[in-house]
């Protein structure tokens, strides 16, 4: 079995707030690229999260999209001048220096770049970036040509060594380029924003273990048909990288059916059946200080597979399944130390039966999903989670992104961890 820590994609609906985005404060600068109308979704998605973003652009960029559709968006005035937006003698340029928690600049020019390696500030964008002492991402854009420059890398090398962050550029196509371009294209909006948001999380999970499950297993009945379901493992991908953010070292054990790409910066166990779960799941089990079940697991195996492709000719085939184990029951007879989330998705008796797993399966908190639920979509986007715990509580959450409920899921879960 392999451990990789490969790319994510992922993008929220509904209600986006999570606690490490909600009611932080944003300074985006925009500097002169096409790339600029990217920072639109960019500011979007932040003001969604529960961000306050104050845009910040330099001349160049206003020429490619107008201060008046950030305004819009950021829900505030653009800054755009050292002076010009500001009554005389005031320090007002400098406000965001203070007020902001973290600084981003996307897309950002070599010319950029180079003012602010060289300790330049003769613009707001660069005055504010150079009095700026909390985290600072910078998201490039420009020909790659320019990106290859030795000055550029150069000065990109000295902003990494003052503990400035770089996200991108990628390669791509871009604008009135051909399409074998080269690197310089700026990363895309949701990965600028996933890492705005590790900027600012709060790391109190760091030194603990957590094993997430996640996607469905399949369970094959020749070599190339198998019995799956429909889990699209987003929930899963959604907890472990929301334990990620919170500072654990997460294992996750992933379904291949999943869908997209799986979170960066976890370790990867890749699966296709339930005992390859499982086997996954108890090598990594005793040193892990949370397991989070949210995988659905094939509650049936295929007796027999065929080694060979069935044939039509050969009439339907009659197939004989039986039991595979239950990795969470497992979990429960063999834990120390640990604690455990097991997931119910129910159609019926919804309460009843969440809380007769709670108590059978001997975990500490049940995460009951109803599938019958309108806004509830199994595959979707979004989720209305009830919490049980093991003292009692149900906790009802709201219609949430699957990031934001996981958020939701692993605070509930924090007085049932082992204490160091
Ligand atoms: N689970 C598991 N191993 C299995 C099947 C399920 O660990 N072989 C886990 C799931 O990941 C989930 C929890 O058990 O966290 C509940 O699964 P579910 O299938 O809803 O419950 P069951 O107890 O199997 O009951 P039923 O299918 O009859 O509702």
Redesign the pocket.
């Known amino acids: 079995m392999t451990v990789s820590t490969p790319d994510r994609r992922d993008s929220g609906n509904a209600e986006t707030r999570s606690s490490s985005l909600d009611d932080r404060n944003v300074v985006l600068t925009v500097t002169g690229s096409i790339a600029a109308y990217k920072s639109c979704h960019l500011v979007r998605d932040l003001v969604r999260a529960g961000c306050r973003v104050q845009v910040v652009m330099t001349e160049s960029a206003a020429e490619f999209v107008g201060p008046l559709t950030f305004a819009a968006l950021s829900g505030r005035p653009v800054l755009t001048g050292l002076f010009s937006d500001v009554p005389p003698g005031s320090p007002v340029h400098l406000q965001p220096v203070e007020w902001g928690d973290v600084l981003v600049t996307a897309p950002a020019t070599a010319n950029y770049i180079g003012k602010l390696a060289g300790g330049l500030a003769d613009d707001l964008a660069t005055t504010i970036a150079q009095a700026f002492d909390k985290p600072i991402l910078i998201a490039p854009a420009m020909n790659p040509r320019m990106w290859k420059n030795r000055a550029v890398q150069r000065n990109v090398d000295l902003l990494k060594e003052r503990g400035v962050n770089f996200m991108g550029p990628v390669e791509g196509a871009m604008a009135g380029m051909d399409e074998q371009a080269g690197v310089g294209r700026m990363a895309e909006p949701h990965l600028i924003f996933d890492r705005i948001e590790e900027l600012l999380s709060d790391p109190t999970w760091r030194g603990k273990r957590v094993v997430v499950?996640s996607g469905p297993t399949r369970e094959p009945f020749d070599p190339v048909r198998f019995i799956g379901n429909r889990s699209s493992g987003r929930m899963g991908d959604a907890v472990a990288r929301q334990a990620r953010l919170k500072g654990a070292d997460v294992i996750l054990v992933r379904g291949r059916g999943a869908a997209g790409a799986p979170p960066e910066f976890v370790g990867l166990v890749e699966v296709e059946t339930?005992r390859e779960m499982s086997a996954a799941v108890k090598e990594h089990f005793d040193r892990c200080d949370l397991l989070v079940?949210?995988?659905a697991?094939a509650?049936w195996t295929v007796k027999k597979p065929s080694r060979s492709k069935l044939k039509k000719r050969d009439g339907a085939p009659v197939l004989t399944l039986e039991r595979?184990?239950?990795?969470?029951a497992w979990a429960c007879r063999n834990r120390k130390k640990q604690a455990l989330i097991?997931?119910?998705?129910e159609t019926e008796k919804h309460l009843e039966e969440a809380k007769r797993?709670l108590v059978d399966k001997d975990v500490d908190l049940i995460a009951l999903n109803d599938p019958t639920k309108a806004d509830s979509s199994f595959g979707g986007d979004s989720t209305r989670l009830t919490l049980l715990t093991r003292d009692e509580k149900v906790i009802e959450l709201p219609l949430l992104t699957k990031h934001a409920a996981a958020r939701r899921l692993l605070d509930a879960v924090e007085p049932y961890l082992p204490k160091p």
């Open positions: 499950t339930a079940m949210t995988a697991v509650d595979t184990e239950d990795i969470l097991g997931f119910a998705l797993k």
